[in-house]
């Protein structure tokens, strides 16, 4: 099914001669340069205003998510990155149920040099970055002391919420996903970390249309 989508995005994307976009995202995927959140909204919408993608329904937006998430959910553009890793940098950072690694693998090129990455490794269309583990998530928290965990777009089952019982007092959780009746995590979750958000400058974020996404910092207390 996913290889049928990405075979119909390519195609899509090439037929309205939109290499541009091909382009981009394997200059991305191949970390050899990311766009800015505002760049990236003048790439898909013709106009300099991020908030306008959010709504912005066209093929190229739903063709190039397609495509991306090949290699993972949310996409690392240069602000975004730069904004996190001058928050993690310096600290103790496990990337938990990272996917193929690409967030982490530009966390990495970006100056943050204490980064594990985990993931079980169920993805079976996907290649993964050597520096991925392959690991239990609950397991490998359990385990495994850290500063900041990162859990990105999470199934909607139970596990973001273990992973957060599992977590010590004073370790953090950059959580990027969906609230409340999304596609991420459940209602178990938002309730555990109800109360606990702090106030972080991630920096700009890029959302998708129809994505209800954003990246909140909680504090385990």
Known sequence: ?????????????????RHDIIELLEAA?????????????SVLTGRQDPSFVEWHNSTESF?????????????PAADTIASWANFLSGRRVVDLMCGTGWMSGWLRRSGVTDIRSVDNM??????????????????????????????????????????????????RML??????????GNDRFFDLVSGCAEDVD????HRFWGMHDAPTVYLKK
């Open 122 to 171: 169920s993805w079976e269309f996907s290649r993964y970055e050597p520096w991925v583990e392959k690991h239990d998530a609950v397991e490998f928290v359990e385990g495994n002391p850290a500063d900041v965990y990162i859990v990105s777009w999470p199934y909607m089952d139970d596990t973001a919420a273990r992973v957060w019982e599992a977590m010590r007092p004073g370790e």
């Open 1 to 17: 099914m996913r290889k049928c989508m990405r075979d119909y995005a390519m195609k899509q994307l090439t037929d309205r001669g």
């Open 175 to 184: 959580y990027v996903g969906e609230d409340y009746g999304g596609c991420t």
């Open 202 to 205: 991630l920096g700009p974020f």
């Open 29 to 41: 995927f191949n970390y050899e340069r990311t766009p800015t959140v505002t760049e990236l909204a």
């Open 63 to 75: 063709c190039m998510r397609d495509l991306m998430v090949t290699k993972g959910f949310v996409f």
